[in-house]
């Protein structure tokens, strides 16, 4: 699997991003992933998070042993990804108000305080923009971009769209199986 | 409309560097770096409070 070279699955928090990781676990691309966050009623089939994805602005020697494997990193920290290798980033987007109550939820969950709503809709709006107008302009990284919602509603469609994106070696009948519409909560409301 | 007063030696270089890039007067000059500036400044304070965000949901440092 070393030809898919790196796969990142990025995104907001609370967009889909731990969803995609179990879709390529389950298709047969090995997830770095330390287990350091447990499994909680946030995310109850697990974060799939690696520690060192926090700090790699400091050290991304790590991505030596990333060929041919995915790892999750919040969209962020895209921004200091080193130019000097290639990426392939799926970017999971899902409706913001619905990401802005599960986050929410979250940091109560946490004990931490939430941004004001308005104020963080704005500012996540403006870094998307930012963020994809820079994406567009990096040559060294590929994009897919994949809707929470259409994984939910076509999971093998969406399967077959992320395999032909990395290479057509996954099994999409495994991808589409790990998808559980039950998990589906944070609805933006009608 | 409103006014802002500035130092008159930093008009005449602002008069000279819109003549030089070619806008119709110095205002359109000036308007146009304040709107490019206060973009980035709102862009730097939207991301930092993205980042907060992050920080407090354990996404970030």
């Known amino acids: 699997m070393s030809d898919v070279g790196i796969v990142i699955v990025s995104g907001l928090p609370r967009s889909g991003t731990s969803l ?30 690696l520690e060192q994805v926090k700090s790699i602005k400091r050290d991304a020697s790590w991505l030596n042993q990333a060929v041919g494997k995915v790892f999750k990193m919040v969209s962020l920290l895209l921004y200091d990804l080193p130019a000097d290798r290639r990426y392939r980033v799926i970017f999971v987007e899902r ?3 619905e990401i802005l109550a599960s986050q929410g939820k979250m940091l109560q969950r946490l004990g931490r305080p939430a941004g004001n709503a308005d104020e963080m809709r704005r500012s996540f709006t403006t870094h998307l923009v930012k963020l994809n107008a820079w994406l567009g302009q990096q040559g060294h990284i590929d994009v897919l971009r994949v809707g929470y919602h259409d994984l939910l ?3 093998l469609a969406q399967a077959e769209r992320i395999n032909q994106f990395l290479g057509g070696a996954l099994d999409t009948a495994k991808m589409a199986a790990a998808v559980d519409p039950s998990l589906y909560r944070n609805r933006k409301q009608a | 409309m409103g006014k802002i007063k500035i130092d008159s030696g930093l008009l005449e270089r602002a008069k000279l560097a819109a003549q030089a890039a070619g806008y119709s007067s110095v205002e359109e000059f000036v308007t146009h770096l304040l709107e490019k500036e206060l973009a980035r400044h709102e862009t730097d304070e939207a991301e930092r409070r993205v980042a907060d965000q992050l920080r407090g949901l354990g996404y970030i440092e």
């Open chain 1, 153 to 155: 509603a076509s999971p």
């Open chain 1, 95 to 97: 409706n913001l108000d």
């Open chain 1, 20 to 49: 995609m990781m179990q879709m390529l676990a389950g298709g047969g691309l090995e997830a770095m992933t330390d287990n350091t966050r447990a499994a909680d009623v946030d995310n109850p089939r697990g974060y799939y998070e």
